[in-house]
């Protein structure tokens, strides 16, 4: 009976968890929605190839502020690879941190940040004068680097760049910095820097871009509504000429985001309007570029 009482808890706490969790927040006539966060729309770029890595950047542009107090994640790079090891990086509505010297996690609204999986050390973490860093395991082992930054609607890029090398334990490490330039004023921000564990670091080939609600579940008519764009990939310095890209919708969140190939001063963009509602979705992953 102890047993079956134990299994009977079991059951109910999955319940709770998988079923009645999505549910708070929501409005009552509303589906039912997976647990947050919300990939609102994952994009899919090819760069052609591996490539040993010098450099990587994305040009981000925000229109519409979207000021409400809700956890948004403009990710240019949604996630890529360096040796296999997976990391990601952009601008936040909410983030938090805390410092080296001082474990106290501590909020600090708008802000940037990147993150690598697979560690947990704090020796691998290098803030920013000011910036703010992270060693958790709730989202598997990652650590991250953050930086409060007040951003607003405008064009930025942001990059990640190979710096000094250092050996640990007789092995030669990399250490990566992330910056994210504003070019509406004309400012490089240096959000911090992690540290791989080779010398010899590659590129992966297929990156992502994305674009996410996080936090507590929200009525799908408090998701704000902001336009970006991404566009300008490039490696080592290089432009991606006109690279392949496919925009993911994922299955058990809001349709919130549409995805849509642009040219813009020339040159081919990809356009995402968040916050209106895209009704009898069909496809969930589709061809932008090329056709």
């Not at 902001?226 to 432009?239: H, Y």
């Not at 919708?249 to 968040?274: C, K, T």
Request: aromatic share 10%; charged share 25%; proline share 6%.
């Amino acid at each position: 009976m102890k047993n079956k009482l134990h299994r009977g808890w079991q059951i109910f706490a999955t319940f709770l968890l998988t079923v009645v969790a999505p549910l708070a927040g929501q409005s009552a006539d509303e589906p039912t929605y997976a647990r947050m966060p919300w990939h609102l729309v994952d994009l899919w770029w090819d760069l052609g190839e591996d490539t040993p890595f010098e450099s990587y950047g994305i040009g981000g542009g925000i229109r519409h502020d979207g000021r409400a107090k809700v956890k948004l994640y403009i990710a240019p790079i949604g996630i890529a690879h360096l040796n296999k090891i997976p990391f990601y990086g952009g601008l936040q509505t909410q983030s938090d941190g805390y410092t080296k010297s001082d474990r106290r996690l501590r909020k600090i609204g708008r802000g940037t940040l990147m993150s690598m999986w697979g560690e947990r050390s704090h020796d691998a973490i290098r803030p920013s004068v000011g910036g703010l860093c992270q060693s958790s395991g709730h989202e598997g082992d990652f650590v991250s680097v953050r930086r409060p930054y007040a951003w607003t609607k405008g064009k930025y890029t942001y990059r990640v760049v190979r710096m000094d090398e250092e050996q640990v334990d007789g092995k030669r490490h990399t250490w990566v910095g992330a910056f994210v330039y504003s070019h509406t004023k004309d400012e490089n921000v240096f959000i911090g820097a992690l540290r791989f564990p080779s010398s010899d670091l590659v590129l992966s080939r297929k990156v992502a871009s994305f674009v996410e609600v996080y936090g507590r579940a929200i009525p799908t008519e408090k998701i704000p509504r902001v336009d970006v764009v991404f566009s300008n990939l490039r490696v080592g310095g290089k432009l991606v000429e006109s690279p392949p890209v496919s925009a993911i919708y994922p299955q058990g969140v809001p349709d919130y985001a549409n995805a849509m190939p642009r040219e813009e001063n020339g040159a081919a963009v990809v356009l995402i309007e968040v916050g209106k509602s895209v009704a009898d979705r069909t496809q969930r992953r589709v061809r932008l570029y090329p056709k």
